[in-house]
């Protein structure tokens, strides 16, 4: 993985009760419509693939534009300094954080605030021989005594040599692996509810979320290596139907008698046996002894 191009969001989890043992957990902008219960803010960076490099926790008041420049500082102290490329939304940009990032020698492409479209409003509907052109926004409304077709429209920012505008539109567009990721963990890895109400507790159970999602985006690169699609939850409902039994045998031997555990795997039905052939694995065959257990020894 290429751990120089790195994309950073933020999303919040809220709790259930009233986590009163959290000193990060605050009521904030909730990203769930859950305005009514304390949270915290949790920031994301992944590579380009989807795949988790780092998070960080904050409390639940905290605004993304803030949380910028500890997420860089924490990326630096893990992975070393370099001349890593940051892509943001508009909610991370500030001249502040710019200023860091050029400070650090960072590339970065970010969006810019909805209120600096104003000032290129022209540039919008021009092309550089002055012609008006079509552009895929939506059609005109009205803001004031102003039309403007600032809406649906993104204004990037960049100190990348790039020129290409459908380049460096795809870059950004990336962020929607860390969007997808944040998803994930919500949905299918269990990140919520949280009932933990102590700060060292929420913080345990978030890193095994982190850690559950590194480990889904591997098994999900490694199955779109195998040809296999995409779908780790497909992936995980198929093994599942794999059965194993653990058999208890007693035998005797001279004057003892010794209860050997046998552990045998069940014949996969052939779907599965299809899926476990193409990601090159083998179930064991035959029993294998789990446990050696002496009960008796006869006189």
Same mark, same amino acid.
């Given at each position: 993985?290429?751990?120089?191009?790195?994309?950073?969001?933020?999303?919040?989890?809220?709790?259930?009760?009233?986590?009163?043992?959290?000193?990060?957990?605050?009521?904030?902008?909730?990203?769930?419509?859950?305005?009514?219960?304390?949270?915290?803010?949790?920031?994301?960076?992944?590579?380009?693939?989807?795949?988790?490099?780092?998070?960080?926790?904050?409390?639940?008041?905290?605004?993304?534009?803030?949380?910028?420049?500890?997420?860089?500082?924490?990326?630096?102290?893990?992975?070393?300094?370099?001349?890593?490329?940051?892509?943001?939304?508009?909610?991370?940009?500030?001249?502040?954080?710019?200023?860091?990032?050029?400070?650090?020698?960072?590339?970065?492409?970010?969006?810019?605030?909805?209120?600096?479209?104003?000032?290129?409003?022209?540039?919008?509907?021009?092309?550089?021989?002055?012609?008006?052109?079509?552009?895929?926004?939506?059609?005109?409304?009205?803001?004031?005594?102003?039309?403007? *077709?600032? #809406? =649906?429209?993104? +204004?990037?920012?960049?100190?990348?040599?790039? @020129?290409? &505008?459908?380049?460096?539109?795809?870059?950004?567009?990336?962020?929607?692996?860390?969007?997808?990721?944040?998803?994930?963990?919500?949905?299918?890895?269990?990140?919520?509810?949280?009932?933990?109400?102590?700060?060292?507790?929420?913080?345990?159970?978030?890193?095994?979320?982190?850690?559950?999602?590194?480990?889904?985006?591997?098994?999900?690169?490694?199955?779109?290596?195998?040809?296999?699609?995409?779908?780790?939850?497909?992936?995980?409902?198929?093994?599942?139907?794999?059965?194993?039994?653990?058999?208890?045998?007693?035998?005797?031997?001279?004057?003892?008698?010794?209860?050997?555990?046998?552990?045998?795997?069940?014949?996969?039905?052939?779907?599965?046996?299809?899926?476990?052939?193409?990601?090159?694995?083998? *179930?064991? #065959? =035959?029993?294998? +002894?789990?446990?050696?257990?002496?009960?008796? @020894?006869? &006189?």
């Amino acid at each position: 993985m290429d751990f120089e191009f790195l994309l950073y969001d933020v999303t919040s989890t809220y709790f259930e009760g009233l986590a009163e043992g959290n000193e990060k957990a605050t009521r904030g902008y909730s990203r769930d419509h859950r305005g009514d219960c304390k949270q915290v803010c949790i920031g994301l960076v992944c590579t380009p693939e989807g795949l988790p490099l780092n998070f960080e926790v904050f409390a639940g008041n905290r605004t993304e534009v803030t949380t910028v420049g500890d997420m860089v500082r924490k990326m630096e102290e893990r992975f070393g300094k370099a001349e890593r490329v940051w892509v943001m939304d508009r909610g991370m940009v500030s001249e502040g954080n710019i200023s860091l990032l050029r400070e650090r020698k960072a590339l970065y492409r970010v969006g810019t605030p909805k209120s600096h479209l104003r000032a290129y409003e022209a540039e919008l509907v021009r092309d550089e021989k002055g012609r008006a052109i079509a552009l895929e926004l939506s059609c005109p409304v009205e803001e004031g005594e102003h039309p403007t *077709l600032a #809406k =649906g429209a993104y +204004l990037l920012r960049t100190n990348s040599t790039e @020129t290409d &505008p459908a380049k460096l539109w795809r870059w950004y567009m990336q962020l929607t692996q860390a969007e997808a990721a944040f998803r994930t963990a919500k949905s299918d890895i269990g990140l919520r509810p949280v009932y933990h109400q102590k700060t060292e507790r929420v913080e345990a159970h978030l890193l095994v979320c982190f850690l559950s999602l590194a480990l889904r985006r591997t098994l999900e690169m490694w199955m779109s290596g195998k040809g296999l699609g995409s779908s780790a939850r497909k992936l995980v409902e198929a093994v599942g139907t794999i059965r194993f039994m653990d058999l208890s045998v007693p035998v005797r031997r001279g004057n003892r008698t010794v209860k050997l555990k046998l552990r045998t795997v069940a014949k996969p039905d052939p779907d599965a046996a299809l899926l476990l052939a193409h990601l090159g694995l083998r *179930l064991p #065959k =035959g029993s294998r +002894l789990i446990e050696n257990v002496v009960e008796k @020894t006869t &006189p």
